[in-house]
Antibody
Framework: EVQLVESGGGLVQPGGSLRLSCAAS????????MNWVRQAPGKGLEWVANIKQDGTEKYYVDSVKGRFTISRDNAKNSLFLQMNSLRADDTAVYYC?????????WGQGTLVTVSS | DIVMTQSPLSLPVTPGEPASISCTSSQSLLHSSGYHYLHWYLQKPGRSPQLLIY???HRASGVPDRFSGSGSGTDFTLKISRVEAEDVGVYYCMQALQTPLTFGGGTKVEMK
């Protein structure tokens, strides 16, 4: 069974940093590109970033470019999102999902709250 | 960026009756492979999104056959042949043809 478990969310002040993790199991992690998708409270879904299977290519939504960095550790079946210079409008539940072309499996999400 | 537009915003439904949701993209979602990179998700209350339909018309594993997807180019439709109580939630279409991947604004389906 495919499992994606996010962690690392919490309350952070504006301008602060946070690192999210996603632990993957039940599939060959190194064969799958991975995404981060977020959902602000009461709002719709917004794709944030994608990383290719070997980590050589990364893509971001414009609003996070230069502030967020997606990475992965295939040896540990783990996906990460380093978030710097956080703003109030980054407040959201962050989901990791599997596959760039058909995001088919999603974790339960981790809540990031940016507030003073 | 490809803009995805869904309608209606809200859809009150009666159990046993059909329902339909429309999704329009600002450019064609046809890939050189011949597939349309358009997917449908359902987010039940308090849950993560779940994939219902992929590549426009293919039901994901475990999805009941009352759900169907159709369309081509820029216009797509999700149909529920007979709505059941467990179908309530917010439905999203999403394009995966190019980055940034983009979602429609969502259609909230609720029982009358």
């Amino acid at each position: 069974e495919v499992q994606l478990v996010e962690s690392g969310g919490g309350l952070v002040q504006p301008g602060g940093s946070l690192r999210l993790s996603c632990a993957a199991s039940g599939f060959t992690f190194s064969d799958s590109s991975m995404n981060w998708v977020r959902q602000a409270p009461g709002k719709g879904l917004e794709w944030v970033a994608n990383i290719k299977q070997d980590g050589t290519e990364k893509y971001y939504v414009d609003s996070v470019k230069g502030r967020f960095t997606i990475s992965r550790d295939n040896a540990k079946n783990s996906l990460f999102l380093q978030m710097n210079s956080l703003r109030a409008d980054d407040t959201a539940v962050y989901y990791c999902s599997r596959d760039r072309f058909t995001p088919q499996n999603w974790g339960q999400g981790t809540l990031v709250t940016v507030s003073s | 960026d490809i803009v995805m537009t869904q309608s209606p915003l809200s859809l009150p439904v009666t159990p046993g009756e059909p329902a339909s949701i429309s999704c329009t993209s600002s450019q064609s979602l046809l890939h050189s492979s011949g597939y349309h990179y358009l997917h449908w998700y359902l987010q039940k209350p308090g849950r993560s999104p779940q994939l219902l339909i992929y590549l426009g018309s293919h039901r994901a594993s475990g999805v009941p056959d009352r759900f169907s997807g159709s369309g081509s180019g820029t216009d797509f439709t999700l149909k529920i042949s007979r709505v059941e109580a467990e179908d309530v939630g917010v439905y999203y279409c999403m394009q995966a043809l190019q980055t940034p991947l983009t979602f429609g604004g969502g259609t909230k389906v609720e029982m009358k």
